[in-house]
């Protein structure tokens, strides 16, 4: 069974700069994976940020970036504002099944 | 805009039946792969099934594989999920998703608001 692993919690002063990274159990991610990233409020549905490593939504705010890095999926937040707190979930494209990340709780203090 | 609404979450006892809908609009609903995902109370999200823009190409999670299944209506733009021979640890928030899937873009995009499962006798 695949697992995919985030850091399960991160805290960052506010304006500081945040990266949540996303390791799979099945090797190096790579841009085959596809990997996209979810921001989740309590009580809302998840939000979409990114896809296909690095690409942004056009809602996505301009702080947040994806990338790859040291094998892993990469979410870097610069610049965290108080509304960025919140959980956080990469997922990854398995070519015909998808897996979602564990999780990470990212705390602005 | 794009929306995506769900319905047909309840309460249904462990072995019981529940199909839920999701329905599409401000998009061209038959373009597009749609996905099912669920989140169990205070836990992080599972994906559950995706279905391409005909209907033609099907996937399922393993934990699901067997007791449910995805279909579409492309006429009615919306999305269904039979969910057979329910067990407790189905219980959990269902959200459908606007999907996209190519050789260059793979994203969940559009997400609806979710519709709560609860299988418990």
């Known amino acids: 069974q695949t697992v995919v692993t985030q850091e399960p919690s991160l805290t960052v002063s506010p304006g500081g700069t945040v990266t949540l990274t996303c390791a799979s159990s099945?090797?190096?991610?790579?841009?085959?994976?596809?990997p996209n990233w979810f921001q989740q409020k309590p009580g809302q549905a998840p939000r979409a940020l990114i896809y296909s490593t690095s690409n942004k939504h056009s809602w996505t705010p301009a702080r947040f970036s994806g990338s790859l890095l040291g094998g892993k999926a990469a979410l870097t937040l610069s610049g965290v504002q108080p509304e960025d707190e919140a959980e956080y979930y990469c997922l990854l494209y398995y070519g015909g099944a998808y897996v979602f990340g564990t999780g990470t709780k990212v705390t602005v203090l | 805009q794009v929306q995506l609404v769900e319905s047909g979450g309840g309460l249904v006892k462990p072995g019981g039946s529940l199909r839920l809908s999701c329905a599409a609009s401000g998009f061209t609903f038959s373009d597009y792969y749609m996905s099912w995902i669920r989140q169990a109370p205070g836990k992080g999200l599972e994906w559950v099934s995706y279905i391409s823009s005909s209907g033609s190409t099907i996937y399922y999670a393993d934990s699901v594989k067997g007791r449910f299944t995805i279909s579409r209506d492309n006429a009615k733009n919306s999305l269904y999920l039979q969910m057979n021979s329910l067990r407790a640890e189905d219980t959990a928030v269902y959200y459908c998703?606007?999907?996209?899937?190519?050789?260059?873009?793979?994203?969940?995009?559009?997400w609806g608001q979710g519709t709560l499962v609860t299988v418990s006798s």
């Open positions: 998703a606007r999907t996209e899937i190519t050789m260059i873009v793979v994203a969940l995009d559009y």
């Open positions: 099945t090797g190096a991610v790579t841009s085959g994976y596809y």
